[in-house]
């Protein structure tokens, strides 16, 4: 590892904030107790400009280089949100909020980004401005889609936009990215099938909800097995199937409910063409009532490959070259960073977790021993990727 000797001073700082933000876990937008410590801390640092309420509760901080003000600027961000899960860890700082817990290191993710905004501020050994970006609701709320939305893009100005997600199971303080697709796009569906209900010794006389909700498990696998092309990947995954209450009654309706995942935009076209098709078909088929709910959620997490090629360089120069990969598979995971690309050039990074729980899990934790290496990180985006460009 090749960090800074200020930037590893701060490890124990940081690593203090983080598990503070563990033990309060805050979802969705509803992070003010988060948000409100994040500004605080930024105007503690001497940032130029600090901005609550962008995207309803995000907050940004604006560095400025040795300059002054002026050049380009460069985003970097970090999520703030938890999930509503319930904690398995019995850690000492393990969340003090029932049914909340910091699962996926949003909180590792703000505690790093803070540490690197306390070094940029006290340094400023870098060319133009530097925006860190402290975003609300990754985990469903579409949060990063709200602070581009609002304006935030436009209002600093921003050229080039960075960021950072933990993964467990890479090596600590290993990096890993891509250029294009690195994270699915993502959608949800429901569907509702409304038969004829009827005693189960008499089928005849219904329509039998459960036998076609059946038929569309099936039929629904067959996108990704028969109309998609075999070196493109697609996920549909039936996760609800909900019908009926009696052992001796044919229900009147079933619900089942799922995700699909996609990483090409002409896939994700097709597959939400073949969910009406073949629930329209099972309508006609077996003469029932079949209404669909598909809702588009997340784009694809696309990187820029200019970026790309930078993040990974100084990656390198963190991590050694040995402990980079620069061409992962990419995830099936989604994740809202994808707006933010959408809106300007950049990129997205893992940085690995080590040996923990896997994200979203009752048992995970991040892993404090990575914080200077994700700091050091964003300090050399801020240094060195081309902001004088």
């Given at each position: ?25 805050e ?43 002026g ?29 909340k ?17 306390k070094?940029?501020a ?85 329509i ?8 569309l498990?099936s ?25 009926g ?17 996609t ?17 329209d ?14 809702q ?24 050694g070259?040995?402990?980079?990969n ?30 923990s ?5 009752p ?18 985006i ?8």
């Open positions: 590892m090749n960090i800074d000797p200020r930037i590893a001073a701060l490890k124990d700082e940081v690593t203090g904030w983080r598990r503070d933000f563990h033990a309060h876990p979802v969705l937008y509803d992070v003010h107790r988060t948000a409100g410590i994040v500004a605080a801390k930024l105007r503690e640092f001497g940032c130029d400009e600090v901005v609550e309420g962008i995207g309803r509760t995000g907050v940004v901080g604006l560095i400025h280089g040795r300059n002054g003000p050049g380009r600027v460069v985003g970097l961000r970090a999520d703030m949100d938890a999930l509503p899960i319930s904690e398995e860890t019995n850690l000492a700082y393990a969340s003090k909020t029932s049914g817990m910091h699962a996926c290191g949003h909180d590792g993710h703000t505690a790093m980004l803070l540490g690197a905004a070094h940029l006290a340094t400023r050994e870098f060319e133009g401005s530097v925006l860190v970006i402290f975003q609300p609701a990754e985990e469903g709320g579409a949060g990063g889609k709200a602070m581009v939305d609002d304006g935030m893009m436009d209002r600093w100005n921003i050229k080039e936009v960075y960021g950072m997600h933990n993964m467990p199971g890479l090596a600590p303080g290993a990096f890993a990215t891509r250029p294009g697709p690195l994270m699915a796009a993502t959608a949800y569906f429901e569907i509702c099938v409304e038969g004829r209900g009827a005693h189960a010794a008499k089928p005849h006389e219904g039998d909800p459960v036998l076609i909700g059946a038929h498990v039929a629904l696998q067959s996108i990704s097995s028969r109309n998609t092309d075999p070196m493109k990947q697609v996920v549909v995954s039936t996760t609800v199937f909900q019908a209450e009696a052992l001796n009654v044919i229900p009147q309706r079933a619900y089942l409910r799922g995700t699909v995942r990483l090409d935009a002409g896939v994700r076209e097709m597959v939400e063409r073949r969910f009406k098709q073949i629930c078909g099972a309508a006609k088929m077996f003469e029932a009532d079949v209404r669909l709910d598909y588009r959620r997340y784009p694809s997490t696309v990187n820029h490959p200019a970026q790309t090629r930078v993040a990974a360089d100084l990656a390198r120069v963190v991590a070259a040995d402990r980079v620069d061409d992962v598979v990419p995830s099936m995971g989604g994740e809202d960073f994808s707006y933010m690309l959408e809106a300007r050039p950049g990129a997205f990074i893992f940085i690995g977790n080590g040996d729980a896997g994200l979203h899990h048992a995970y934790d991040f892993n404090d021993e990575i914080i200077p290496a994700g700091i050091q990180y964003w300090a050399l801020a240094e060195k990727a081309g902001l004088s460009r």
